[in-house]
């Protein structure tokens, strides 16, 4: 079974907007905290932001505070991340993941916390 399934990406102008939703399956939902990565290629995979399930903490990486919202569907096992005012440094391939383990400011931003990952979806950004 698909524990984590990422829809939502496109291509758009600068200062557009995307909704990325990530639906989770039974183990992965079950988790702490969830959220999203981002990587280009050749580079790091990036913390975007993440959210603890069935509560209200939420972090935000600084590149994209102010921009991003990272919210929840408890009753449909989703987690969406809306981007606005994306810019070209955006373009990325964007992962959900999910963390069965407590995170604190810091950890957050470590992919080894999350032990569930999804499969992508691409985010096209055009100057």
């Known amino acids: 079974q698909v524990q984590l399934q990422e829809s939502g990406g496109g291509s758009v102008q600068a200062g557009g907007s995307l909704r990325l939703s990530c639906t989770a399956g039974e183990y992965a939902y079950s988790s702490n905290y969830m959220g999203w990565f981002r990587q280009a290629p050749g580079k790091e995979r990036e913390a975007v932001a993440a959210?603890?399930?069935?509560?209200?903490?939420?972090y935000y990486a600084d590149s994209v505070k102010g921009r991003f919202t990272i919210s929840q569907d408890n009753a449909k096992n989703r987690v969406f991340l809306q981007m606005n005012s994306l810019q070209p440094e955006d373009r990325d391939i964007y992962y959900c993941?999910?963390?069965?383990?407590?995170?604190?400011?810091?950890?957050?931003?470590?992919?080894?916390?999350?032990?569930?990952w999804g499969q992508g979806t691409q985010v096209a950004v055009s100057s």
């Open positions: 959210i603890y399930i069935g509560g209200t903490v939420t």
């Open positions: 993941m999910s963390s069965g383990i407590r995170q604190t400011p810091s950890t957050w931003l470590r992919p080894d916390e999350y032990n569930y």
